[in-house]
């Protein structure tokens, strides 16, 4: 006789099955991406898909960086989400590829760094007390059952050093400079539940410009709650990629979105450009 523990493995198991076989499809379309183009820029493909309206229905806004207000926020800078060998490249990979993502956050780093701008990271990671949560919604499901941003535990390196939890080996030097405030980690999409906002708010900061990852899960959930407590957002729409899977493209829901909420939706040449000239 099956008991409530049979089934809730089953569900697992024919989750990560279901993962994995969009991790096949989705892989080999973002190989097709990656063969014929460099990673350092949206594609024009991907400009001209994701293209504003040529007759706008909505005002025109935009966000003044001020740098004694101003911090730069990225979110999930990690192997899970930006390197191929990452639990969740096969569904985002694609959205990654043509959006040059990977690029353009280490472009940010870099121009940020070089302004003195604040730089603050909010992190994704899963402990094993996390996985013995009681009820998950559909992608904390996905999540966990593919051990995505797993670490042995909030005081344990162990196997973190190259993990999916990681961050992207070309932005540690940037990460790991003993200025860039790294939060605690927040544990579904939002950053309700970490200190994201005491940090920002204890360095005086109310403007943010918001990249990293997802668009429509991460990146949204923090441009939702840090605009609800009182702080300008403007968003980098290339350096952000979302899911695309059967159910529709994450990236393309995040970016109507964006474009209805936050106070500015810049690509990253304006970005960098900005941060340059508030220094």
Not at 11 to 27: E, F, L, N, Y
Not at 139 to 148: A, D, G, K
Not at 258 to 267: E, H, S, Y
Request: charged letters at 25%.
């Amino acid at each position: 006789m099956t008991n409530e523990n049979d089934h809730q493995k089953d569900a697992i198991d024919q989750d990560r099955r279901r993962v994995m076989t969009g991790v096949a499809g989705a892989a080999a379309a973002g190989a097709t991406v990656m063969a014929g183009s460099a990673t350092s820029a949206a594609t024009p493909e991907a400009m001209e898909y994701y293209a504003d309206p040529e007759t706008p229905g909505l005002p025109d806004m935009d966000m003044d960086i001020d740098p004694e207000r101003t911090a730069l926020v990225v979110v999930d800078p990690q192997v899970d989400f930006l390197d191929p060998n990452g639990v969740a490249w096969g569904v985002v990979g694609e959205s990654v590829t043509e959006q040059g993502v990977v690029d353009n956050l280490e472009r940010l780093f870099i121009a940020a760094k070089a302004a003195d701008m604040p730089v603050v990271v909010s992190p994704h990671y899963y402990f094993p007390q996390d996985h013995k949560w009681k009820f998950e919604g559909t992608l904390e499901r996905v999540m966990h059952s593919i051990h995505m941003f797993d670490r042995n535990g909030p005081l344990n390196l162990e196997g973190f050093e190259g993990s999916g939890a990681d961050w992207m080996p070309q932005y540690k030097k940037y990460i790991n400079d003993g200025k860039t405030i790294v939060c605690s980690p927040h544990k579904v999409y939002g950053p309700e539940q970490n200190d994201l906002v005491l940090q920002l708010r204890k360095i005086g900061v109310d403007k943010v410009i918001l990249a990293g990852m997802s668009a429509n899960l991460c990146v949204e959930s923090h441009m939702r709650e840090l605009l609800e407590t009182g702080f300008e957002v403007a968003v980098v729409r290339d350096a952000t990629a979302g899911a695309k899977v059967p159910e529709g493209d994450g990236y393309l829901a995040a970016l109507i979105n964006f474009r209805m909420i936050a106070n500015a939706v810049w690509w990253t040449d304006e970005a960098v450009q900005r941060i340059a000239k508030g220094a």
